[in-house]
Nanobody, 122 residues
Framework: VQLQASGGGLVQSGGSLRLSCAASGRTFSSYVMGWFRQAPEKEREFVAQISRSGASTYYADSVKGRFTISRGNSKNTVYLQMNSLKPEDTAVYFC????????????????WGQGTLVTVSS
């Protein structure tokens, strides 16, 4: 599967952004989808993931209650709604996919899109 992320930009602290990730192919609903991020000079970290049907989600503690992952299988797209943004959310955000029932480890994700930059000003 090929992935294309978009929606990044510059936002003030406390603001919102919605990221989108469009996937190619006809088997989008076979993939668990995830979002990751990488801040300058830091390692890439897990943000959220969503099951194939969209019924189950899982979030990193740092974004729980502020970010929402969702998907539209008819549109081959996964979203990340980010609210109450903080300067520490500044990072390049990546979407990822794995053909599995569920991802028990971030290392399972094996298809990656290019990143989209989110900058949160204080």
């Amino acid at each position: 599967v090929q992935l294309q992320a978009s929606g990044g930009g510059l936002v003030q602290s406390g603001g919102s952004l919605r990221l989108s990730c469009a996937a190619s192919g006809r088997t989008f609903s076979s993939y668990v989808m995830g979002w990751f991020r990488q801040a300058p000079e830091k390692e890439r970290e897990f943000v959220a993931q969503i099951s194939r049907s969209g019924a189950s989600t899982y979030y990193a503690d740092s974004v729980k209650g502020r970010f929402t992952i969702s998907r539209g299988n008819s549109k081959n797209t996964v979203y990340l709604q980010m609210n109450s943004l903080k300067p520490e959310d500044t990072a390049v955000y990546f979407c990822a996919a794995v053909a599995a029932y569920w991802a028990t480890s971030p290392q399972q994700f094996d298809s990656w899109g290019q990143g989209t930059l989110v900058t949160v000003s204080s």
